[in-house]
């Protein structure tokens, strides 16, 4: 997806604009909608069609937040996605994602616990390396593809928290990207996007199943050993459960976090501001964050009203379906002066890419420090980067992503080694 709108906001159509509409997000121009609609019509109505039921889009912050925060009138229980606009979620109340406090309280805690302790700086150095030799074949000044490269990178973190074995990484991330984005050509079957998605399903629900029955039987202090062992309500989870939360924190980790430094270089090699960032260590923190913010690589999250209220100056009624969309709350002027400028010194940056309230993703701090280590190793090893060729966005409603992206290097000379050494 495009993160600079590439039409004036008053020339959008908003009768006509289909933010459900997987293309719209390849080809199209979803800043200029979302742009459109902050200024317009910022909880617009989106009437049923014959595939699909009527729903609410909103896209102004303060509006977002609120929606976020306020599980009582706005439950992700029946489903957090458009592609089950709807439809059922088979996993509801089993899958964190799609679960109401209190009982997804008592869920998150052991996961929280595990995945923001000091525990995971253990894995630092493991990213690094990971991050070392990913970046190596750039060294040598030919045409490099970054998004191919840092695609499978968060999936390191999430097989060595989950104790999977590292044969397995690449085709867990490829089959997660299987399962989010199947109307992108990179990903979709010649069965078509349908079969694409449930085979994703699937094959990965089979994985799972295969590696928590090993696991039962010789447990461990991996993330997959805490799932099969924790309580919730005095309960353990049934195995259906352990499937899915399996899979969210696979999505969770996969498919959003790669998009983060790809959406930031492409932006740097644009507007020229790389060396700016780069050769400034102080705003590393400032310009992942900022980077965060940008990116916005989940561009939604839906939501059920559970009784009659108001989002903005609309009236909602009970059962209607309700979108928020991250990266038009995120590119909203009025808490983030000039949003569409890539600003690494941007303070405050109350950024929403994490979400906001009970369901703040539980991941964050292995997210932000996978991308602090890349982006450390980026600027210790390169001066900048050319685009070599088209980028490619992904073909999705969900994920702001990019599937091809080739630059050119220029390398640094590393202290203490020769040029384009390793």
């Not at 616990?113 to 690094?128: F, K, N, Y």
């Not at 695609?151 to 399962?179: N, Q, R, Y």
């Not at 923190?285 to 009203?305: D, F, I, K, Q, T």
């Not at 702001?400 to 203490?416: C, K, Q």
């Amino acid at each position: 997806m495009r993160h600079i709108p590439r039409s004036d906001p008053d020339s959008v159509d908003l009768d006509a604009a289909d933010l459900a509409d997987p293309a719209t997000f390849r080809d199209g121009d979803p800043h200029a909608i979302w742009w459109a609609m902050r200024e317009r019509d910022p909880v617009h109505w989106h009437p049923p069609t014959p595939d699909r039921i009527g729903f609410w889009s909103v896209t102004r912050y303060p509006d977002v937040e609120a929606v976020l925060r306020d599980h009582r009138a706005f439950t992700s229980e029946g489903g957090t996605l458009l592609t089950l606009l709807g439809q059922p979620d088979p996993a509801s109340r089993q899958q964190l994602s799609a679960t109401d406090p209190p009982r997804h309280t008592r869920m998150r805690a052991p996961l929280q616990r595990l995945l923001t302790g000091r525990d995971t700086q253990q894995h630092a150095g493991l990213i690094r390396e990971r991050v070392i030799r990913m970046l190596a074949p750039a060294a040598g000044g030919e045409p490099f593809d970054f998004a191919a490269a840092v695609h499978s990178l968060p999936v390191v973190t999430f097989g060595t928290l989950m104790g999977l074995p590292e044969d397995d990484w690449s085709w867990l991330a490829h089959t997660a990207e299987m399962a989010v984005a199947p109307d992108d050509p990179v990903y979709r079957l010649p069965e078509g996007r349908v079969e694409t998605a449930r085979r994703a399903h699937r094959e990965l629900f089979a994985y799972f199943q295969d590696a928590a029955t090993r696991r039962a039987r010789a447990p461990g202090d991996d993330l997959l050993s805490l799932l099969l062992t924790m309580e919730v309500d005095g309960e353990p989870l049934d195995r259906g459960a352990v499937l899915a939360n399996c899979y969210l924190l696979l999505i969770g980790s996969t498919v959003t976090v790669p998009e983060v430094p790809k959406a930031a270089l492409a932006e740097l090699i644009r507007n020229g501001g790389y060396a700016d960032w780069a050769d400034r260590p102080e705003l590393l923190h400032s310009g992942v964050e900022e980077a965060l913010r940008w990116a916005s690589p989940a561009n939604h999250v839906l939501r059920y009203a559970t009784r009659d209220g108001v989002v903005g100056d609309r009236r909602i009624a009970a059962g209607e379906a309700v979108v928020v969309w991250y990266g038009s709350a995120n590119r909203d002027a009025a808490v983030f002066p000039d949003p569409f400028r890539f600003d690494v010194r941007r303070q405050p940056n109350r950024h929403l890419t994490f979400g906001s309230g009970p369901h703040y993703c539980v991941g964050f701090a292995v997210a932000r420090l996978t991308l602090h280590i890349l982006f450390e190793e980026l600027f210790r090893r390169f001066a900048g980067f050319e685009l070599a060729g088209e980028t490619a966005h992904v073909t999705s409603n969900f994920i702001a992503g990019i599937t091809r992206m080739p630059v050119v290097a220029r390398p640094r000379t590393l202290a203490g080694t020769a040029a384009g050494s390793w």
